[in-house]
């Protein structure tokens, strides 16, 4: 198989979250010459592949086999490669098996490298993440085997193939805050008290604004208010209670205590309980590190142009190798159809990704 024949075969399995649909089964068959270690945990299927060729460092390819639901109005079958108008659609195109089938292809070809070459691939990360990279990299830190430096195969690129690569990813708190008042008849507004006129006092105090002044990795931790509701849907009848949420995309100037004392600044005198939870924490890998300079040169090489290093977008299983101290950089094609009705890709990008990442592993 070429990379474009392996990046098919990936696309017409049915691995929704979080089943691979026999794809783990496939990459291994397809890897015959390495070492192969599944780390299946309920529902979710893990595969950790590795070959050492000498005693040098641990290069690791990591990404996920899972897609999220096709969901109605395709032009074609979402899980058949179909070209089209210079473009391949299906399911999965950007979101991730172009990375899977880039450096699955240059991992294969690999017959020097001076140290060991590894993949780790999950069935959950578009779910709840759980019993996937996590549970592996608990496994390889048990057996001492972390990797030295990771590549994230998600798609980074915005505008054009090669001009993002991701080094870090900012965190993420949701919150939930609830104001309790007094209900009452609307028309004695002064034996009631009213959640929602208290909590509007305050909003041109929190609603947008900006928790830290961001640096140069990332952007400023911004409160994000995503929902409020209060009340019976009547117009006689104050409420008795408010319920607000939002979201802190937070960077590493950020942490929930920040969160916690930016809430009672504003809501001291009023009656309140607040619950955070950090779905994920920020990481960032270093920009002179050997991996991103690496794969830098790679890019610079293959498709001549010099990428911007980005911490922007959502989460991903990136963040869990930060959270074990390793050098953590993400790439992959251009990021513009993901989950979304007739997800596609080119070939020319499937096909210089599999170059950039063939051209790293020799360099390394």
Request: net charge negative; charged share 25%; aromatic share 10%.
């Amino acid at each position: 198989m070429n990379v474009l024949e392996l990046f098919e075969k990936l696309l017409s399995f049915k691995s929704i979250t979080p089943d691979d649909g026999g794809g783990l089964d496939f990459i291994e068959s397809y890897l015959t010459d390495f070492n192969h270690n599944r780390i299946d945990i309920e529902d979710t299927k893990n595969l950790f592949s590795y070959k050492k060729f000498g005693d040098g460092e641990h290069l690791c390819f990591a990404g996920h086999i899972d897609v999220v639901p096709p969901g109605d109005g395709w032009n074609s079958n979402p899980f058949e490669a179909t070209y089209k108008d210079g473009y391949i659609y299906a399911r999965g195109t950007q979101d991730m098996k172009s990375g899977l089938a880039a450096f699955l292809q240059a991992i294969k070809e690999t017959t020097k490298f001076n140290g060991t070459l590894s993949i780790l691939i999950t069935s959950d990360e578009e779910g709840d993440a759980k019993y996937g990279t996590v549970k592996v990299l608990e496994y390889l830190k048990e057996k001492d085997f972390l990797p030295n430096y990771v590549v994230v195969a998600e798609p980074t690129c915005e505008k054009i193939f090669g001009d993002a690569i991701k080094i870090g990813r900012r965190g993420s708190i949701n919150g939930v805050l609830e104001k309790v008042g007094k209900q009452g008849h609307v028309a004695y507004p002064e034996k009631s008290k009213n959640p929602i006129h208290k909590v509007a006092q305050v909003l041109p105090s929190i609603a947008g604004v900006d928790l830290d002044n961001g640096d140069e990795d990332f952007a400023p931790s911004k409160f994000v208010i995503t929902d409020i509701r209060a009340g019976m849907e009547v117009t006689n009848v104050t409420p008795q209670k408010l319920k607000m949420m939002f979201n802190v995309r937070n960077s590493t100037k950020t942490i929930k205590e920040d969160i916690e004392k930016f809430i009672e600044k504003y809501f001291s005198d009023m009656d309140y309980t607040l619950t955070l939870n950090q779905s994920a924490k920020p990481f960032v890998t270093d920009r002179n590190s050997k991996i991103v300079k690496e794969l830098q040169k790679s890019i610079k090489d293959i498709l001549d142009i010099e990428p911007k290093l980005s911490t922007a977008g959502g989460t991903s299983d990136a963040r869990f190798f930060g959270e074990y101290g390793v050098d953590t950089v993400e790439f992959g094609v251009i990021n513009d159809t993901i989950h979304s009705i007739n997800e596609r890709t080119t070939a020319l990008e499937v096909e210089n990704l599999y170059k950039v990442f063939r051209n790293m592993i020799q360099s390394f």
